[in-house]
């Protein structure tokens, strides 16, 4: 039986506002989601009754806090199928995820004309690491193209022709946070497998909103970010598969992540420690533990259907009723992202005049600059959906793009010089 989506909205204190005198329709989900009240409520008691640093001490307050963050580790392996606590690294993030795995992993094992094979959609952050490990070690990036179009679907067909036994890793969004495909993790890990390559799985669009399983994935690494499944900011999760971790050295030094120091050498402690240098981000990890158990009490099969309902819902609206708007993506199978353009008007501009409907969109280059000059763009607009969004809100994201579109032809014959 699926939650009762609009009483859910209860639970979210930043939706209960208005904007330029609207109510606040918040479509900016693939940026950052909203936080339930529980999360907030879980860093408040936090930093009022258990604040303080972990591992070490031997007081009362020290004791609960590294009970609370151990246990939010095994939170998160729980909440990934993974095998053992010592797979769970928690990061600032995904991008701190990336850029652990490049620098510790990469470094250690790559080579020059070794290849890093990424696709054609990723993320700057899934694909700026990478390219830095290149040039420091000679390696060679190579792509797996989108098929030419809108459809935004990765060409398969050309797989086995990059994917050769030079590749040492394959590193590849899961869910594309500009076309809304979601793409085969488990088929591309296994295909990676057979050619001896690692592989890496952005999950930062779908954690939180598809059902995950490491094990089930075949993955080698696998990365998330809190804020954008209704955890804090600045907190996320590198699982790793533990063969992976034992041999990689530490990304950053200090304290904590050592078994022994002296004035020339020091010992690492095992993983995760080894890569949790320094005071970690106790609270926001155990905040993020909380969003999981939120999540986990509405069912993440039940929030994949009604984010996918909203966003087929929007793109048939548009098709059939706004002609004109170009929609990135499939048709079918997609995610819970809609990205578009409107002829004639900047995304930016677009965003600004759905702001006066109080519609919160996203719009800009969503930071895949190379992906948006294949398809020959430089920005779109952007809406994003989760579950506490609802079908009213569809129906305001369509009058608001109605009225946008009507603006811009008037504005475009407004500003043409007499002699264009």
Same mark, same amino acid.
């Given at each position: ?264 050498? !020091?010992?690492?402690? =095992? ?7 320094? +005071?970690?981000?106790?609270? $926001?990890? %155990? @905040? #993020? ?49 809609? !990205?578009?353009?409107? =002829? ?7 965003? +600004?005049?759905?702001?006066? $409907?109080? %519609? @919160? #969109? ?59």
């Amino acid at each position: 039986m699926s939650p009762s989506w609009k009483n859910i909205r209860a639970d979210f204190p930043a939706l209960h506002q208005q904007v330029n005198g609207k109510p606040l329709v918040y479509l900016d989900n693939a940026a950052t989601s909203q936080k339930p009240q529980c999360v907030i409520d879980t860093l408040t008691r936090y930093y009022t009754q258990d604040n303080a640093n972990i591992h070490r001490g031997i007081h009362a307050l020290s004791i609960r806090a590294t009970d609370a963050y151990e246990k939010a580790r095994k939170r998160a392996l729980k909440f990934l199928n993974a095998a053992s606590p010592a797979d769970i690294v928690f990061t600032a993030g995904t991008t701190d995820s990336v850029n652990l795995v490049a620098n510790s992993w990469g470094n250690e094992n790559l080579k020059e004309n070794d290849v890093i094979l990424l696709t054609e959609m990723e993320h700057h952050s899934n694909l700026v690491p990478w390219q830095l490990l290149a040039k420091r070690t000679g390696a060679k990036l190579r792509f797996l193209p989108v098929v030419p179009g809108d459809t935004g679907l990765l060409d398969l067909t050309k797989l086995s022709k990059v994917l050769t036994p030079e590749v040492r890793i394959f590193a590849f969004t899961h869910v594309s946070n500009t076309l809304g495909v979601i793409n085969p993790a488990a088929e591309l890990c296994a295909a990676a497998r057979k050619v001896g390559a690692l592989t890496l799985v952005d999950a930062a669009q779908s954690a939180g909103h598809i059902p995950l399983d490491v094990q089930q994935l075949g993955c080698d690494f696998f990365v998330l970010s809190g804020h954008k499944m209704c955890g804090p900011t600045g907190i996320g999760v590198l699982y790793g598969r533990a063969p992976h971790l034992d041999k990689m050295p530490p990304y950053r030094g200090g304290g904590s992540m050592i078994k022994s120091v002296s004035y020339f050498e !020091s010992q690492w402690a =095992p993983s995760p420690a080894k890569f949790e240098a320094g +005071t970690p981000n106790i609270a $926001d990890a %155990i @905040a #993020l533990a909380r969003a999981m158990d939120y999540l986990d009490s509405l069912g993440r099969e039940a929030i994949a259907q009604h984010d996918k309902k909203l966003a087929a819902l929007a793109y048939v609206r548009i098709m059939t009723e706004i002609p004109g708007i170009r929609i990135l993506g499939p048709a079918q199978h997609r995610s819970s992202v809609l !990205s578009f353009v409107i =002829p004639g008007a900047h995304a930016h501009d677009v965003v +600004t005049l759905a702001d006066q $409907d109080g %519609i @919160a #969109l996203r719009g800009g280059h969503h930071c895949n600059q190379p992906l948006m000059r294949k398809l020959g763009l430089t920005s779109t607009s952007r809406a994003s959906f989760y579950f506490y969004n609802t079908e009213e809100e569809v129906e305001r994201f369509i009058l608001s793009l109605k009225r946008i579109q009507k603006f811009f032809p008037l504005w475009c014959q407004a500003n043409t010089p007499p002699d264009a």
